[in-house]
């Protein structure tokens, strides 16, 4: 009886702990806002999204796009001029990215980018996506460290000077820690994490643009698109859209990480 009884209580602290337990991950899983939480969306596009209908994802309330430009220092999006007029046409925000090619010297891929992007006041600050293409026949290879971080603030530099907007870097988990983590503090950063909120993938970084899937549905679009959220409120995306252009992303306070209890502040 004696040995039951201590079976039992052992069973009960067993389940109790347990539950504790759990409830703790439930607790540290739930503070982090999920994309719905954040009241502005937008997409990421290019050439393989097809002939996009702008009017209607405009209906279906997303507010930005980002729109791929080019690629290293020879290849253009062939949807980007279309994508870029219908876009403004549908009252969308939207900015040009650049897919940066390891493979290619930094000048070539500056000077392809103001060859093909023109200089709109209305526009998005550009975008340099910067990751590692492992899969890539012509460039899988990953350069040191310093030269990635060389190469990209040329690129900013000279971005910067010519569009008269400070650009904004889209990374994802990899590159980030190889490379970006502790550095480019001055930049806005807009991250890819598709199953963990990005104060979990990017601890400590401010963020400005959250990529949560590729595997995006919006009317107007056929087949999949990548889907995005801003970080802030409508207050804080009027302030982004308006600048000041040029302020280093650390000194302006919509770029603060995002604190789960002002969730109850934000108006969806």
Same mark, same amino acid.
């Given at each position: ?157 000279? /971005? ?8 904004? /870097? ?83 306070? /919509? ?14």
């Amino acid at each position: 009886m004696f040995l039951s009884a201590f079976y039992l209580g052992a069973r009960f602290a067993t389940v109790s702990i347990v539950l504790v337990l759990g409830g703790c991950a439930f607790l540290e899983k739930e503070q982090y806002p999920v994309p719905a939480d954040y009241p502005i969306h937008g997409i990421d596009v290019s050439r393989y999204q097809g002939v996009i209908d702008w009017k209607t994802v405009k209906e279906e309330g997303h507010r930005f796009a980002w729109i791929k430009a080019t690629e290293g220092g020879d290849h253009a999006d062939e949807k980007f001029a279309l994508n870029w007029i219908a876009a403004h046409d549908a009252g969308i925000a939207r900015g040009a990215y650049h897919f940066y090619f390891w493979c290619r010297p930094v000048q070539d891929q500056i000077n392809w980018f103001i060859k093909n992007v023109p200089v709109e006041s209305a526009s998005l600050p550009p975008v340099l996506d910067v990751e590692w293409n492992g899969d890539s026949e012509l460039c899988p290879k990953k350069v040191p460290k310093a030269q990635a971080l060389a190469a990209m603030k040329a690129f900013l530099v000279a /971005i910067e000077r010519h569009y008269g907007k400070r650009p904004v /870097i889209y990374t994802t988990i990899d590159f980030y820690r190889d490379v970006i983590v502790g550095d480019l503090h001055d930049y806005s950063l807009w991250v890819r994490t598709v199953n963990a909120h990005p104060q979990q993938r990017y601890p400590g970084r401010r963020w400005a643009f959250w990529q949560y899937t590729a595997e995006g549905r919006v009317a107007g679009i056929k087949g999949n698109v990548d889907r995005n959220t801003f970080f802030g409120s409508e207050e804080q995306w009027q302030a982004f859209l308006k600048g000041p252009q040029g302020t280093p992303a650390a000194s302006q306070p /919509i770029m603060q990480p995002f604190n789960a209890a002002s969730l109850s502040n934000l108006k969806l």
